[in-house]
């Protein structure tokens, strides 16, 4: 077998020249192979900690997402809290002894002094109430259609005495400032009287939850929804 190897390359023969160049990488592609070299050769515990660095990454992000839902869980939270206590302010039985009482024998008390023009006799006013009779809701201008609930009832301030406005209310109003609310407990001289009306009975003393909406060149109208019973 030697021999045959031996024997077949000739001294004589020639075989072409080839020439090789080597050329040196383009850095690109020297900055990518090192790149590359530092990802693959990286040692177990290297890896170990990179992927620890990344579950901690997750963590962290997760907590991050964790705590912007737990705040916005509070704010949702404290917003209904605000809600809950201004519903419980007005349905709260506020003693009578923190009333202010006038020399008329009107008592009212304010769950929220307005910020805006004051109703004096004479101006036309637009308000919300509800009037109760031993804490039951006979008569009201909250109730009805639209996306506040019901329509306002206006009227002229001053002008009880022409039987167009319950006398406890039209004396209620005054001094009130828009954006106002009083509670007011309305002896039966300035309410219904020795007659009575409907369910309400001769004497009775009722009770009014009032809300100063707007001074107005006009009052919106009257129309009201009774309750009965």
Known sequence: MGHLLHHS????QSFPSISVTRS???PFKWINSRVLLCCCSLSPEVTIKTLSLQNEGRRALMGCLVLAAAASIQLCDAARAVSTSR???RGAKIPESDYTALPNGLK???LKVGSGPEAVR???V???YVAKWRGITFMTSRQGVGVGGGMPYGFDVGQSERGTVLKGLDLGVQGMRVGGQRLLIVPPALAYGKKGVQEIPPNATIELDVE???IKQSPFGTPVRVIEG
Do not use: I
Request: a positive charge.
């Open 108 to 110: 009212y008390y304010a």
């Open 212 to 214: 100063l909406l707007s």
């Open 9 to 12: 390359l000739k001294p004589t």
């Open 87 to 89: 519903r419980a302010l």
């Open 122 to 124: 004479g101006s036309r």
């Open 126 to 128: 637009a308000v919300h």
């Open 24 to 26: 040196r990488p383009s």
